[in-house]
């Protein structure tokens, strides 16, 4: 059986979410999302400016990255006596991160059904919403869960040009909407809704929040 070595096609297909990540991570040839060079762009320095304000605005011990494929996140904000957790879907993803990064902890874990009921000063949600968002409300929930009382919590999402038809448009129309949710059940610490001028690409979205 053939399988497509393009990382797209196991993740949104014909306007429809597929969701085959472990099978991405197997057979991909690029790096899913260019996650080694991703966090070198100017929206991926926000996001980790944006983890920088918590580990200043709080005592912050401990760190959970969800969806954290790589572990490309945890490398660049990693320091002495905080300890590092990260978990994905995958197990393929998560193998390989072992190998890449054995300083941290991985497992894995689904982010709508998850098992782990550890909880962390500071939970990092970079860029998976997309790919849970038919179960966006209970995720949220998911995220408080993993926090400590007072804990924080980052969220990163890059948004499609609002202009045109997504998947989960209906849900997530734009920024302002989830910052809404995400305000009923935190205290927001900082926010970015950022647009590139003469783009096609739609906002992208940073948020700080702290959980009450």
């Not at 689904?110 to 179960?135: Q, T």
């Not at 038809?165 to 995400?182: M, Q």
Request: hydrophobic share 35%.
């Amino acid at each position: 059986m053939k399988h497509s070595n393009d990382y797209h096609d196991y993740v949104f297909k014909d306007g429809k979410i597929v969701g085959k990540f472990e099978e991405m991570y197997r057979y991909s040839q690029e790096i899913p999302w260019h996650q080694d060079k991703i966090l070198e762009t100017w929206h991926g320095r926000i996001g980790i400016n944006f983890i920088e304000a918590a580990f200043e605005e709080g005592e912050i011990k401990t760190v959970l990255s969800t969806g954290c494929g790589y572990g490309n996140m945890l490398s660049k904000i990693k320091r002495q006596k905080v300890q590092f957790s990260g978990f994905d879907i995958s197990e393929t993803a998560i193998k390989k991160t072992w190998k890449r990064h054995p300083e941290f902890t991985f497992f894995v874990d689904d982010l709508i059904k998850p098992k782990h009921a550890k909880k962390y000063d500071l939970v990092i949600c970079r860029e998976n919403l997309w790919y849970v968002i038919y179960s966006l409300d209970a995720v949220i929930e998911n995220l408080k869960q993993f926090m400590v009382e007072g804990g924080y919590l980052y969220i990163g999402l890059s948004f499609p040009a609002l202009g045109e038809p997504f998947v989960g448009k209906k849900i997530l129309p734009g920024p302002k909407t989830l910052l809404t949710k995400l305000e009923k059940e935190f205290d927001s610490v900082a926010v970015d809704i950022l647009y590139k001028i003469q783009s096609n690409d739609g906002p992208s979205f940073h948020w700080l929040g702290c959980k009450k």
